[in-house]
T-cell receptor
Framework: GAGVSQSPSNKVTEKGKDVELRCDPISGHTALYWYRQSLGQGLEFLIYFQGNSAPDKSGLPSDRFSAERTGGSVSTLTIQRTQQEDSAVYLC?????????????FGEGSRLTVL | AQSVAQPEDQVNVAEGNPLTVKCTYSVSGNPYLFWYVQYPNRGLQFLLKYITGDNLVKGSYGFEAEFNKSQTSFHLKKPSALVSDSALYFCAVRPVTGGGNKLTFGTGTQLKVEL
């Protein structure tokens, strides 16, 4: 597609359940980012993938959070044993190069609500 | 560690008046600086960036930003605001060297332009 695609757009789950959020970046973009947007908290960096390099996981808030990127394209963010504080909008972004300074292209996000 | 401060949660401006959205940053060494805009229920869109060179950067929709190294600021400006400029604006920074490719965002400033 022409832009970054995220699914689902909305997800309501019960506390303790696992969720998977998917990101399909712009074709050819080698860099992929996950951010979390909570009300009044701005954008919180979660994880960054660049090509075949080891991902920068420094922003993952706990070991309940993990992400993978298969074949250098689609990425899945997994949250295990969800908690109410995980409720937020999860934004994915891609960029044409990780080593040059290019702007990030964001998807419209996946809104997660944990009851 | 790098950080961004957007001291105003909300800025109100009358249509036709100039607008300024403030941003200050902290980073080791020289910065790359960015402004993004988020319209309701949409992902973030790139507005402009400062890489090097002229301190006044021009971007999309008539916006511009001025890099001030001594004041570590990168305020967003527009000479004449439009109602359609009403949105959430984010400032972001990453260091030129070190820090990986992680883009650190501020908490956002809600701009409201009224007739």
């Amino acid at each position: 597609g022409a832009g970054v695609s995220q699914s689902p757009s909305n997800k309501v789950t019960e506390k303790g359940k696992d969720v998977e959020l998917r990101c399909d970046p712009i074709s050819g973009h080698t860099a992929l980012y996950w951010y979390r947007q909570s009300l009044g908290q701005g954008l919180e960096f979660l994880i960054y993938f660049q090509g075949n390099s080891a991902p920068d996981k420094s922003g993952l808030p706990s070991d309940r959070f993990s992400a993978e990127r298969t074949g250098g394209s689609v990425s899945t963010l997994t949250i295990q044993r969800t908690q109410q504080e995980d409720s937020a909008v999860y934004l994915c972004a891609s960029s044409s190069s990780g080593s040059m300074v290019g702007e990030l292209f964001f998807g419209e996000g996946s809104r997660l609500t944990v009851l | 560690a790098q950080s961004v401060a957007q001291p105003e949660d909300q800025v109100n401006v009358a249509e036709g008046n100039p607008l300024t959205v403030k941003c200050t940053y902290s980073v080791s060494g020289n910065p790359y600086l960015f402004w993004y805009v988020q319209y309701p229920n949409r992902g973030l869109q790139f507005l402009l960036k400062y890489i090097t060179g002229d301190n006044l950067v021009k971007g999309s929709y008539g916006f511009e930003a001025e890099f001030n190294k001594s004041q570590t600021s990168f305020h967003l400006k527009k000479p004449s605001a439009l109602v359609s400029d009403s949105a959430l604006y984010f400032c972001a920074v990453r260091p030129v060297t070190g820090g990986g490719n992680k883009l650190t965002f501020g908490t956002g400033t809600q701009l409201k332009v009224e007739l």
